[in-house]
């Protein structure tokens, strides 16, 4: 049977066959498509649900993360700073030589709770009672030492670390770069930017500045940050 035509003007069938009864119905929301209405309930993940009821759950679960690192114990995303030094850790440093730092976490063992599970930090670097003179191209590198058993052992260094000789065969983790000029105590120099450490680690510095530190103390501070989403 073919289907009827109806030729309709202003809202009024006015020539064709067949029967027209709805004419100016109003469907409430939802009804006439499959889609789903606004009153469909977020489903959980992985449930079977309307379209809009998919909708509503993304926007759901976008709007519930927090930031992708941070444990929400810092203040927005800044991480409260961490001393990475203690005591006398970097008095006297002799160019080219290394130390494995003591602050941080207990005993110079930190992890992401030390660092607030942010990603990115700075590291900064403070002279306190003591200043030196670094010469052209002077640095301080520092890399994270890893612990692939959650602290009873680290990566290896190199036994007598030189001016030719890295503390560890790897680049440096961040590196403080130094210009020609005395650094007398309060002196403060910043990192780059430096993905922060995962897991168990401590802190390896070597100076590379070209002179030796003074004797007095010296304080390294890493802030960390995270990033949201």
Request: charged share 10%.
């Given at each position: 049977?073919?289907?009827?035509?109806?030729?309709?003007?202003?809202?009024?069938?006015?020539?064709?066959?067949?029967n027209i009864t709805t004419l100016g119905q109003t469907l409430t929301d939802g009804a006439n498509i499959t889609i789903g209405a606004t009153t469909d309930a977020a489903?959980?993940?992985?449930?079977?649900?309307?379209?809009?009821a998919k909708f509503r759950s993304i926007s759901r679960d976008v709007a519930s993360r927090a930031q992708l690192?941070?444990?929400?114990?810092?203040?927005g995303s800044i991480i409260a700073p961490l001393t990475l030094t203690?005591?006398?850790?970097?008095?006297?440093?002799?160019?080219?030589?290394?130390?494995?730092?003591?602050?941080?976490?207990?005993?110079?063992?930190?992890s992401q709770t030390n660092t607030g599970s942010g990603q990115t930090g700075l590291v900064y670097f403070q002279t306190v009672t003591a200043g030196f003179t670094p010469t052209a191209g002077g640095n301080i590198s520092i890399w994270w030492l890893f612990s692939p058993d959650g602290g009873a052992t680290y990566e290896t260094t190199p036994a007598t670390p030189s001016t030719t000789v890295p503390a560890l065969p790897r680049p440096?983790?961040?590196?403080?770069p130094l210009d020609v000029a005395a650094l007398?105590?309060?002196?403060?120099?910043?990192?780059?930017?430096?993905?922060?450490?995962?897991?168990?680690?401590?802190?390896?510095?070597?100076n590379n500045s070209g002179a030796a530190f003074g004797a007095g103390?010296?304080?390294?501070?890493?802030?960390?940050?995270?990033?949201?989403?």
């Amino acid at each position: 049977m073919a289907d009827p035509v109806v030729h309709i003007t202003s809202g009024v069938p006015d020539s064709g066959t067949g029967n027209i009864t709805t004419l100016g119905q109003t469907l409430t929301d939802g009804a006439n498509i499959t889609i789903g209405a606004t009153t469909d309930a977020a489903v959980t993940a992985g449930a079977t649900g309307s379209l809009s009821a998919k909708f509503r759950s993304i926007s759901r679960d976008v709007a519930s993360r927090a930031q992708l690192h941070n444990t929400g114990t810092s203040s927005g995303s800044i991480i409260a700073p961490l001393t990475l030094t203690a005591g006398t850790d970097l008095a006297s440093l002799a160019n080219g030589s290394a130390v494995t730092l003591t602050g941080g976490g207990a005993a110079g063992v930190s992890s992401q709770t030390n660092t607030g599970s942010g990603q990115t930090g700075l590291v900064y670097f403070q002279t306190v009672t003591a200043g030196f003179t670094p010469t052209a191209g002077g640095n301080i590198s520092i890399w994270w030492l890893f612990s692939p058993d959650g602290g009873a052992t680290y990566e290896t260094t190199p036994a007598t670390p030189s001016t030719t000789v890295p503390a560890l065969p790897r680049p440096p983790d961040c590196i403080i770069p130094l210009d020609v000029a005395a650094l007398g105590t309060s002196a403060v120099k910043v990192s780059n930017p430096c993905r922060l450490p995962f897991g168990t680690f401590k802190v390896l510095v070597q100076n590379n500045s070209g002179a030796a530190f003074g004797a007095g103390n010296y304080t390294l501070k890493l802030v960390a940050f995270a990033e949201n989403n």
